[in-house]
T-cell receptor, first 113, second 115 residues
């Protein structure tokens, strides 16, 4: 059975802290890993990772994939209260007509002022 | 504005009733998806469709039905056979489902409560 496991499940930090969110996976037919941020409603896309060791960066957020050890991390530096959200990791499994995303349970991040 | 719309935002239903959730996109995306989100459970795939007039069951299709008569629209019906329908329902779309995967873009969701 395909599994995507995120850790920790929840995290409370203070503004200015740096956080690292983890996503590990045990799947067949892996093609890519995606990170989303969900504040209240619709998840918004952050990153798609397909190659090991290549960091993707957007402002204070960055992410990297390790296809040998089967995990990804999402780093947020100098956190702000606006970073408070649920962060979702998803793995794209390619099986032709049945290709799909499998999501982890999400990490709830709370950033205190 | 391009995007995905879902309606209604909130929906209340009595037990034993079927209810249909709307999802429309004007992004010209081929693929559309329905997910269910429960507290602490992440997103679980209900149904998806890669082209018009074709759709596949996801991981938790029992008690749900869909149709894809138009590229822009992918309505989800929650039937009375769904044992625990109270949840947050998210619709998504992507350009296509290619070998690397395409980014899925989400609508704002419908919160369904069964009374």
């Amino acid at each position: 059975e395909d599994k995507v496991v995120q850790s920790p499940l929840s995290l409370v930090v203070h503004e200015g802290d740096t956080v690292t969110l983890n996503c590990s996976y045990e799947v067949t037919n892996f093609r890519s890993l995606l990170w989303y941020k969900q504040e209240k409603k619709a998840p918004t896309f952050l990153f798609m990772l397909t190659s090991s060791g290549i960091e993707k960066k957007s402002g204070r957020l960055s992410s990297i994939l390790d296809k040998k050890e089967l995990f990804s991390i999402l780093n947020i530096t100098a956190t702000q209260t606006g970073d408070s959200a649920v962060y979702l990791c998803a793995v794209f499994l390619f099986t032709g007509a049945n290709s799909k995303l499998t999501f982890g349970k999400g990490i709830t991040l709370s950033v205190r002022p | 504005d391009g995007g995905i719309t879902q309606s209604p935002k909130y929906l209340f239903r009595k037990e034993g009733q079927n209810v249909t959730l709307s999802c429309e996109q004007n992004l010209n995306h081929d693929a559309m998806y329905w997910y269910r989100q429960d507290p602490g459970q992440g997103l679980r795939l209900i149904y998806y469709s890669q082209i018009v007039n074709d759709f596949q069951k996801g991981d938790i299709a029992e008690g749900y039905s869909v149709s894809r008569e138009k590229k822009e629209s992918f309505p989800l019906t929650v039937t009375s056979a769904q044992k625990n329908p109270t949840a947050f329902y998210l619709c998504a779309s992507s350009i296509r489902t290619g070998a690397q995967g395409d980014t899925q873009y989400f609508g704002p969701g419908t919160r369904l409560t069964v009374l």
